[in-house]
């Protein structure tokens, strides 16, 4: 049933307990759905027309059907005071001691996450909002003596792993949905409260990008290589007020005293249309869009010159193609992109003479594809490069799809080392003296 829902992979202590009864819950339903579909059409054709000619009024005599509802009512009595109760009961009532846990502040706003650590002393600093501004989100008073060594980072959330964590959670603006689905948390930032929540992490991130390993055929993203063909430029009528945003101008136009009007790549809008009338043309050279930032090139193009129009394995961007375009070229070879940035190739990768194409943990580029095709290489492994990220649950604006934050959990020494770099970004330590300036300083403090 796991399989089937598509479970993400769990990493915290408490995850199995809420897949066990997440899996509970939907066996419940399938015998729900099945059972009343049975008797739904039992009853259509038991009492259908032919059979019964005349209404009863009296109805069915037995009480099988409330038996049934009885023994529904029962199974859910016994998920929900016997599992969801007592697992609900625990995540809000049994918090570790906090001298063994990681204490975080996390405050939402749109759109960011705000992590708020109390550094070596334990003891979160004084926030005020009138120091709020946009080199200091969380308002920290670095005057005061609790927060000279807080850590502050966005969007960026490290813990240790094994060790319970305890996040005090709470927003500046609107209901944000702080939810973490590797590790099966998920509570509302509520404004003007800071709500408590806890978890213990048992696997790091690098353990649960191991669990989505998974191939990629290089020889399926090959397939798609062709002949892209180049929109190209032709004479456009001026027509004051016409907006034509599609087409983008291929030359710098100025008036009849030499002041620029507009240059080349701008859109001819409505706005855009009037200048060129105002400033007495009658037609100027433009192309469509080209929309073709989704390819990128199987070749490089240079100029006559030498110049450089676009490299191999570079995207067909707008100004990519006007360059193109201008040389005289009407269609590229280029291929899909393959639109996978955020993964990391979970091995190493050679060329057939054994020269290093990808090592585990290189982020996958096109450049990296189209070598790995050239070394005979058909299929690569990958995984997602941060696949524990921090998300909002909740439709909290526009913006919303912006608000994704990174959970890294790492190992007890790695998250030392990340810690202690931290610290010293917030209080760097003294640079040290040179032998000269020690020398001055002991001859000034020396009695005379």
């Known amino acids: 049933m796991e399989q089937f829902l598509s479970l993400p992979p769990d990493g915290s202590q408490h995850g199995p307990a809420i897949d066990n009864l997440i899996v509970l819950v939907h066996w419940l339903m399938v015998i729900l759905f099945v059972g009343w579909g049975f ?26 059907s409330s038996y049934l509802e009885v023994g ?23 918090f570790p001691p906090e001298k063994d846990a990681t204490r975080i502040h996390i405050v939402a706003e749109q759109f960011a996450w705000n992590v708020h650590y109390p550094g070596p002393d334990g003891r979160f600093g004084r926030r005020d ?66 709500i408590p929540l806890w978890f213990t992490p048992v696997k790091t991130t690098a353990e649960i990008r191991e669990e989505m390993r998974h191939s990629f055929s290089i020889a399926q993203a090959m397939k798609k290589v062709g002949n892209v063909t180049l929109p190209q430029t032709a ?17 710098d136009v100025k008036n009849a005293a030499g002041e620029a009007v507009l240059s080349k790549g701008e859109h001819l809008n409505a706005d855009n249309m009037t200048k060129l009338a105002e400033a007495g043309r009658t037609e100027v050279s433009a192309r469509p869009l080209a929309n073709l930032d989704k390819y990128v090139s199987m070749e490089e193009h240079k100029s006559s010159s030498g110049e450089m129009m676009i490299g191999k394995n570079e995207t067909l961007s707008e100004d990519a193609v006007t360059k193109l375009v201008d040389a005289g070229m009407k269609e590229v070879m280029a291929r899909l992109g393959s639109n996978i940035d955020p993964y990391v190739v979970m091995e190493n990768y050679t060329d057939k003479s054994g020269g290093p194409i990808a090592a585990k943990g290189d982020a996958l580029t096109e450049e990296m594809i189209t070598k ?77």
């Open 39 to 64: 008797f739904y059409v039992y009853t259509l054709i038991r009492f259908r027309k032919k059979n019964n000619p005349k209404a009863s009024y009296t109805g069915v005599k037995n009480h099988f």
């Open 72 to 94: 529904v009512l029962v199974v859910e009595v016994i998920l929900l005071v016997g599992f969801s109760i007592p697992l609900w009961s625990k995540r809000v009532d049994d």
């Open 129 to 194: 909002i009138k120091l709020i501004d946009s080199e200091n989100p969380l308002g920290l008073d670095r005057s005061d003596p609790d927060a000279k060594d807080d850590i502050t980072t966005i969007n960026q959330l490290n813990l240790p792993v094994n060790k319970p964590v305890i996040i005090d959670l709470t927003t500046k603006d609107v209901i944000h949905s702080f939810s973490l689905p590797f590790y099966r948390v998920k509570h509302d930032a509520i404004p003007g409260m800071m």
């Open 235 to 251: 004479k456009v009528a001026v027509r004051k007020g016409a907006d034509m945003p599609d087409e983008m101008l291929m030359e």
């Open 372 to 448: 790995c095709s050239e070394a005979g290489i058909s299929e690569i492994v990958l995984a997602p490069a941060t696949p524990t990220e921090i998300a909002c649950a909740q439709l909290c604006g526009l913006g919303h799809y912006r608000m994704r934050g990174y959970l890294t959990v790492q190992t007890p020494d790695e998250f030392k080392a990340w810690y202690d770099q931290q610290e010293a970004a917030v209080n760097p330590p003294p640079a040290e003296q040179t032998p000269a300036a020690a020398d001055s300083t002991a001859i000034q403090g020396s009695p005379h």
